[in-house]
């Protein structure tokens, strides 16, 4: 079973930082695009940030310059380093990734989502 775990959410003061770590596990073929999205009370869940397999980034206007997703492919993971942070930026984070996993002989695509962890930033 392929599963994604995140960590590093947590309570920050405006202007501070905060890092946030998703880490794949599980009968993993290869990982294609990974991201982080995020999720604020009474909101839709939006993109904050993406990496290709091939390391092209793309960001939300609303992070741009302040947030940076980097992939490690050998440890199966994907970054956030989230820098001059916004009350705005208050929200549940959840790391997302496009996966093959290998079901015996069989290749299987899926995309799969963490279970989120908190990021609140006061004012």
Not at 4 to 15: K, M, N, Y
Request: hydrophobic content about 30%; charged content about 15%.
């Amino acid at each position: 079973q392929v599963q994604l775990v995140e960590s590093g959410g947590g309570l920050v003061q405006a202007g501070g930082s905060l890092r946030l770590s998703c880490v794949a596990s599980g009968n993993i073929f290869s990982i294609n695009t990974m991201g982080w999205y995020r999720q604020a009370p009474g909101k839709q869940r939006e993109v904050v940030a993406t990496i290709t397999s091939g390391d092209s980034t793309n960001y939300a206007d609303s992070v741009n310059g302040r947030f940076t997703i980097s992939r490690d492919n050998a440890k199966k993971t994907v970054t956030l380093q989230m820098n001059s942070l916004k009350p705005e930026d208050t929200a549940v984070y959840y790391c997302n990734a496009d996966i093959s996993k290998l079901q015996g002989p069989v290749r299987i695509n899926g995309n799969y989502w963490g279970q989120g962890t908190q990021v609140t930033v006061s004012s």
